[in-house]
């Protein structure tokens, strides 16, 4: 039980990141939390966020913020902008090689403000 809370405490260590506007529908944007680049992504004109590694393993390059955001059978996507593999957004999957994902944080808005948790589990 106590461990269980505080696995809890860790995951919902939200950081505050930027406004919700500064991130244009349809696009994402790079932000450097706890050391590490994420790409945050919204998709469509809502506050709809994902939050994947910025690190593209396939180039070896931190450029998949600035990828193209799409959607396979319902479920969200990006593609790198360098080779353009596909990575679904919900799970970091690749769509294009099973064994390659990328990591995936936690997104949300609250009062206008994105924020994101970064989980010491994952
Ligand atoms: S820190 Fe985000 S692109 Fe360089």
Same mark, same amino acid.
């Given at each position: 039980m106590v461990q269980a809370l505080a696995i809890r405490e860790r995951i919902t260590n939200w950081v505050d990141v930027c406004h919700l506007s500064a991130i244009k529908p349809n696009t994402g944007v790079c932000a450097l939390v706890e050391n590490q680049q994420i790409a945050i992504f919204r998709v469509?004109? /809502?506050? /709809?966020l994902y939050a994947i590694s910025n690190y593209d393993p396939f180039s070896k390059?931190?450029? #998949?913020?600035r990828g193209i955001i799409g959607d396979r059978n319902g479920i969200p996507k990006v593609a790198s902008p360098i080779y353009k593999q596909n990575f679904n #957004?919900?799970?970091?999957?690749?769509f294009d090689d099973e064994t390659v994902s990328v990591p995936t944080y936690l997104a949300r808005v609250v009062n206008d403000r994105v924020q994101v948790a970064i989980s010491d589990l994952s």
């Open positions: 469509g004109k /809502d506050a /709809d390059t931190f450029v #998949l913020s #957004l919900i799970t970091g999957q690749c």
